[in-house]
């Protein structure tokens, strides 16, 4: 295994060298989880990056690839999207930061109040964690209450992380197993507290134990499986009941299933939502948008940056809000997905590979169907590794944007076609852990929502 881990590895010779030159200055040797190398196949996946194009990214040994995660969801239009990023640049030369408010602030808050159900009124952030943190603070600034009921996954901050302050980690099924909360103030203890997916019961108990103390019930609404009928309409009877704001964290989903986000499709309307990632096409932008009633108290709130009123950002959502009507993006996504999920799951059928691509076309994946869980995450490695020797960069889930064709579902398949090849045979011949050139991939997230 050494050897062929050193013939493997050839191929990303800069990314290897750059990424042990980043441990030794940025902890953890990036800025997030999900782009640290042993998430895919540590020595074989490109590591750093130095430009992207539609479907596909350039790694710094100049291997191409068709990029799959999408930049972790934030891609939606496609890497360098002419017409985002020419309204970016026109912005640029007219300034990015100003000691009064730009007029964007006032057009894209006026152009997401007439796109989102829910919204009223908004505010701005930088990111997905931040724009949970301060619709978190504007819950209970609006209700005068402490504790937060969560499901699913909302970022890095104190108030999240609190929840693993308590003797059973609550974050274990929502982020991943056994993260200290280093840092974190023990005095936030008990006061975010996790409820399972799909089980309005539990919720329920954990409201009533929690009567007149709960601001909020943050969620994602669902991420890879559409949500049972009925599930998030009963999560929202019961948070009216309890006179508790209801918010729906939308950074995953975005834009993807439909025009106006998730909610009209799932016939709820919660008080607030959350939207990052994809509301800007890879620039830096988060939304918090709600009801009146529940968004202006924050007026008496500090909650303050000055980055958040920042054009760039403004700009890219904007733009980005836009195309998304115009080109009808859901419309694109939903194909895409319907292509990858039927095109792989068939072929793994034809060659007798026990998987399939299944869950919401928005965001697919693909599922092994074995039963130990050992062999199960060598077999995710080993088709992470394979398909990116063949120029498919991404993990055993598929993050999709409109710049992917037919083009790229053809290459796809075809890598897919020659990967389960390898992987069935593998199989039957108990071999994988030869055909393994790196150590199993490191499961981070184990989301309870899918």
């Not at 200055?25 to 190398?37: C, D």
């Not at 209450?145 to 969560?150: A, G, N």
């Not at 055993?396 to 389960?420: H, K, M, P, V």
């Amino acid at each position: 295994m050494s050897t062929a881990q050193n013939r493997v590895n050839s191929r990303i010779t800069k990314s290897w060298a750059m990424y042990h030159r980043a441990l030794e200055l940025i902890p953890g040797g990036t800025q997030l989880i999900s782009r640290r190398p042993t998430r895919f196949a540590f020595g074989v996946s490109p590591i750093f990056a130095t430009r992207g194009k539609g479907a596909r990214i350039w790694d710094v040994d100049g291997n191409e690839y068709i990029d799959w995660v999408s930049g972790i969801g934030a891609i939606l239009l496609g890497y360098a999207d002419p017409v985002v990023d020419e309204a970016v640049k026109s912005q640029i030369d007219q300034g990015t930061n100003f000691s009064i408010t730009h007029e964007l602030e006032l057009e894209l808050a006026e152009e997401l109040v007439a796109t989102i159900p829910c919204a009223e009124m908004v505010r701005y952030t930088r990111s997905g964690g931040e724009a949970c943190a301060v619709a978190v603070r504007i819950a209970r600034g609006t209700t005068g209450r402490d504790k937060i009921l969560f499901c699913g996954y909302h970022g890095w901050h104190d108030w999240y992380m609190a929840s693993n302050l308590s003797a059973e980690p609550g974050l274990d099924e929502h982020l991943f197993s056994g993260i200290e909360p280093i840092g974190v103030p023990r005095s936030l203890k008990e006061t975010a507290i996790p409820f399972p997916y799909n089980d309005l019961n539990t919720l329920g108990e954990l409201l009533d134990r929690n009567r007149g103390e709960v601001a909020a019930i943050i969620m994602e609404p669902f991420r890879s499986e559409l949500p049972p009928d009925g599930y998030l309409a009963g999560v929202q009877r019961l948070a009216r009941e309890h006179d508790v704001i209801l918010i729906f964290d939308e950074v995953t989903t975005g834009f993807r299933l439909a025009t106006d986000g998730i909610q009209s499709v799932v016939g709820v309307v919660p008080d607030m939502s959350v939207f990052a990632k994809s509301i800007s096409n890879g620039y830096a932008m988060g939304v918090v948008t709600g009801k009146q009633e529940v968004m202006s108290p924050a007026a008496q709130m500090f909650i303050s940056s000055t980055y958040w009123g920042e054009t760039v950002g403004l700009t890219a959502a904007l733009t980005t809000l836009r195309e998304v009507k115009r080109r009808n993006v859901p419309a694109i996504i939903q194909h895409i997905g319907e292509q990858l999920k039927s095109g792989l799951s068939e072929i793994a059928s034809e060659i007798g590979l026990p998987a399939v691509c299944k869950g919401a076309s928005i965001h697919p994946y693909l599922e092994f169907q074995i039963d130990d869980a050992e062999t199960k995450t060598k077999l995710n490695t080993l088709y992470i590794q394979e398909m990116a020797k063949r120029g498919c960069h991404g993990y055993t889930s598929f993050y999709l944007n409109a710049s992917q064709g037919d083009a790229e579902i053809t290459q796809t398949l075809e890598a897919a076609r020659e990967t389960f090849t390898i992987l069935a045979d593998g199989l039957n011949e108990n071999r994988i852990d030869d055909l393994l050139e790196c150590v199993p991939k490191q499961e981070y997230f184990q989301r309870l929502v899918h």
